[in-house]
């Protein structure tokens, strides 16, 4: 069982910046494939970014390509989410996920392919 636990979120200005971290719990942080994941009410929750396990391949939205940026920090078992020129739209709970095994350079971009989730953190922006 591995625990993921996001912190960084909050309210900021449009245009502002947030960093988003994601704490992981498990001696094998390196072999995990990381994503996140957000969800706004009444809405669908989608992949925002991810990152390969050999930290190799990235994958971003549309949406937020050119904006954000995730990375990943296996000694310290984190992996992060610089988000930056945030939106209006961009405002929504905020997921970090855990996928374990494929290759190490696979990107996962689907739910299904994730094993551990975290708590979520709340992304306020005010226009």
């Known amino acids: 069982q591995v625990r993921l636990v996001e912190s960084g979120g909050g309210l900021v200005q449009a245009g502002g910046s947030l960093r988003l971290s994601c704490a992981a719990s498990?001696?094998?942080?390196?072999?995990?494939?990381m994503g996140w994941f957000r969800q706004a009410p009444g809405k669908e929750r989608e992949c925002v970014s991810a990152?390969?396990?050999?930290?190799?391949?990235?994958y971003y939205a549309d949406s937020v390509e050119g904006r954000f940026a995730i990375s990943r920090e296996d000694a310290r078992n984190t992996v992060s989410l610089q988000m930056n020129s945030l939106k209006p739209e961009d405002a929504a709970v905020y997921y970090c996920?855990?996928?374990?095994?494929?290759?190490?350079?696979?990107?996962?971009?689907?739910?299904?392919?994730?094993?551990?989730w975290g708590q979520g953190t709340q992304v306020t922006v005010a226009s």
């Open positions: 996920a855990a996928g374990a095994g494929g290759y190490s350079d696979y990107v996962r971009a689907q739910i299904a392919e994730y094993d551990y």
């Open positions: 990152l390969s396990w050999n930290g190799g391949r990235t």
């Open positions: 498990t001696r094998t942080f390196s072999r995990y494939a």
